[in-house]
């Protein structure tokens, strides 16, 4: 217990502190990057006294991959490609909140039906992102079983993303002035079938893992962090939502129709694993009741593209017929279109927090500038806050329970 | 008595562990005889949606004369930079040349080192030339391999499920003969 008497100064300074040398009981082990329970390729220091961590910091940049770079090479329409490999889980957010940029900065509205498209994909996506986490983190922990059902789950979200987009992960399938092809004939009764099933697994889940009381053991009073520390840190989405801060991007500042939409926002107050936890579970529960509202909306057909002459390719046939039309789609697909000079930042609630996308123009083809504020980043920096004075094997509940993407992290 | 009580407390905590273990493992066993999720893939056909990105095929026209024109859209279009191509002139009549224009691509490579399926270039594509498959079995063993060249990306068209040469395609197909791919379109 001598290691609660010990202050932890957490700033960068400690960083660069050793550990004592003098200190015989100490010992510095990193965990990571090659280990299953970073969820990627992190890698932590931690400086441990028996079994309890001393110190522990995180050292990041092992998947770095220069997308914001990558991104100023590409043009407008083409940084889609990009955005959604940075959080691979939550692709279809990445885009989002890209396109919805853009499309501040130019002064482009989206049709309606493309704002209800975009939401339905988004809270898929998250209920796909949590399923990971939700697997995952059971396993971390040591429910096995719990990561087949949610994988099996899971599955069928990404299948309907294939019918939809035509890929699993990575969709590109949001572009700046709308959707890229309007939804394929059947997949709003998919979509259905994957929504009413998905009640049943939300109650299997809870006997399985919620009600489970080892989880319970192992998750209660683990990695507490304060409301006040949590807003110091910046944290956002469930992190933060699980130490009693009610703040959502969807409600706060609602983008893409998000506030004709009927959900509530799941808070729990006490700052540990276990009500991260919760507020994960239920707002899977919520995206389930945003997509149902969204199917029903959708039904009605519309356009899928805002009918702007710079962002709408033009119809294929119009295009084979008339050679001037053609060669606006010469233009557009090897030039694409340029932006108004200007910088624009927007945030969006993606499964991890607030994702935000401030792009700077300089009236070109290509952005001058993408910058990202990932929440992943954010909440890993709270890490050694909540993990510093607790015991080793509680690390893993903590790291599975901010739910980092190493991709998103270091971009 | 306070040793008692911690006692009973111990039990107590024992009982809930079990019971809420025998409830998930309820769970569990209710699963047992339902059907099965996994796919015997090899052995069994996976089922693939109509919309998949996978694996490129260079479309030619009823006459079997290659559709792609060489104008280089599909190269501009590629975030990736995947697309290689060399145009040439054929200026033979109708009949004889392999394209359907005069123009034609000498040279079309894609590489899968850099494609990300993104879908841009079948976008582009004035003709139609060039179409998503579905395939993605690609596994090789050098980088080198994963460069595609034309008769490669040509002859991927007959392996669709649902290509059917028309009359006038027909010897080509069998000059380009390929195994179907063994999925289920949906
Ligand atoms: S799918 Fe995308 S990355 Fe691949 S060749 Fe086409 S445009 Fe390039
Ligand atoms: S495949 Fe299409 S876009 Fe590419 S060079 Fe040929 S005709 Fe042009």
Redesign the pocket.
């Known amino acids: 217990m001598q290691a609660k008497e010990i202050v932890v100064p957490t700033s960068a300074i400690s960083m660069l502190r050793k550990p004592d040398p003098l200190s015989d009981t100490q010992m510095t082990v990193s965990m990571g990057p090659q280990h299953p329970s970073t969820h990627g390729v992190l890698r932590l220091e931690l400086v441990l006294d028996g079994e309890t961590v001393i110190r522990a910091i995180p050292d990041i940049g092992y998947l770095h991959t220069g997308i914001e770079k990558t991104m100023e090479k590409e043009k407008w329409q083409q940084v889609v490609t990009v955005t959604c490999r940075m959080d691979y889980l939550n692709s279809s957010g990445n885009d989002l909140g890209y396109v919805l940029a853009v499309e501040k900065l130019m002064g482009v509205e989206v049709p309606k039906r493309v704002r209800d498209i975009r939401v339905l994909l988004t809270e898929l996506n998250r209920i796909t992102s949590h399923l990971v986490w939700f697997g995952t983190h059971a396993m971390d922990i040591g429910a096995m079983t719990a990561f087949f059902y949610a994988f099996t789950q899971r599955e069928k979200g990404l299948d309907l993303f294939e019918c939809v987009s035509g890929a699993r992960l990575h969709q590109s399938y949001f572009v700046v002035g709308g959707v890229r092809w309007d939804l394929p004939p059947n997949f709003l009764d998919l979509m259905t079938e994957f929504l009413d099933g998905f009640p049943s697994f939300l109650d299997e889940c809870k006997r399985l893992v919620t009600g489970n009381k080892i989880f319970q053991r192992r998750t209660k009073g683990v990695g507490v962090i304060s409301k006040e520390a949590a807003i110091d840190w910046g944290l956002s989405g469930p992190t933060i939502r699980g130490s009693g801060v009610d703040w959502d991007i969807r409600k706060s500042e609602p983008y893409s129709g998000f506030d004709t939409y009927d959900f509530n926002v799941p808070v729990y107050h006490d700052g540990d694993v276990w009500s991260r936890y919760l507020v994960r579970m239920d707002e899977m529960e919520e995206s389930w009741k945003i997509c149902k509202q969204a199917v029903e909306r959708l039904r009605e057909p519309g356009p899928y593209m805002s009918d702007h002459p710079k962002l709408k390719l033009p119809e294929r046939d119009l295009m084979k017929k008339h050679i001037d039309v053609m060669i606006h789609h010469f233009l557009l697909a090897s030039e694409g279109f340029t932006v108004p000079v200007g910088e624009v930042y927007q945030s969006i609630e993606s499964a991890r927090g607030e994702i935000g996308f401030y792009v700077v123009s300089d009236g070109g083809e290509r952005p001058y500038r993408v910058r990202v504020r990932a929440p992943s980043y954010v909440n890993l920096s709270a890490l050694p806050a909540m993990v510093e004075g607790s015991l080793i094997a509680d690390v893993v509940a903590v790291i599975g329970s901010i739910d980092i993407v190493l991709g998103d992290v270091d971009r | 008595m306070s040793i008692l009580k911690e006692i009973v407390s111990a039990v107590k905590e024992v009982i809930e562990v079990a019971r809420t273990t025998a409830q998930g493992m309820s769970v569990t066993l209710s699963h047992i005889p339902t059907r099965k999720e996994t796919v015997s893939y090899p052995d069994d056909a996976v089922t693939i949606y109509r919309r998949f990105r996978g694996e490129h095929f260079?479309d030619v026209n009823e006459d079997g004369k290659e559709?792609?024109?060489?104008?280089?859209?599909?190269?501009a279009a590629c975030p990736a930079d995947a697309?290689y191509?060399e145009g040439a002139e054929d200026p033979r009549p109708y009949a004889e040349r392999i394209g359907m224009d005069h123009r034609y691509?000498k040279v079309?490579q894609i590489d899968y080192g850099r494609c990300i399926l993104c879908g841009f270039?079948v976008d582009?594509?004035?003709?139609d030339?060039?179409n998503h498959g579905h395939n993605f079995e690609w596994a090789v063993y050098t980088p080198g391999e994963l460069v595609k060249d034309k008769s490669y990306l040509l002859a991927n068209k007959w392996r669709e499920p649902d290509v059917i040469p028309t009359d006038k395609q027909l010897p080509l197909a069998a000059k380009q003969k390929q195994d179907k791919l063994n999925i289920i379109l949906k």
Do not use: K, M, Q
Not at chain 2, 124 to 127: E, G, Q, R, S, V
């Open positions: 260079l559709r792609c024109v060489s104008c280089f859209l599909c190269a697309i191509i691509a079309y270039c582009a594509c004035p003709t030339a060039i």
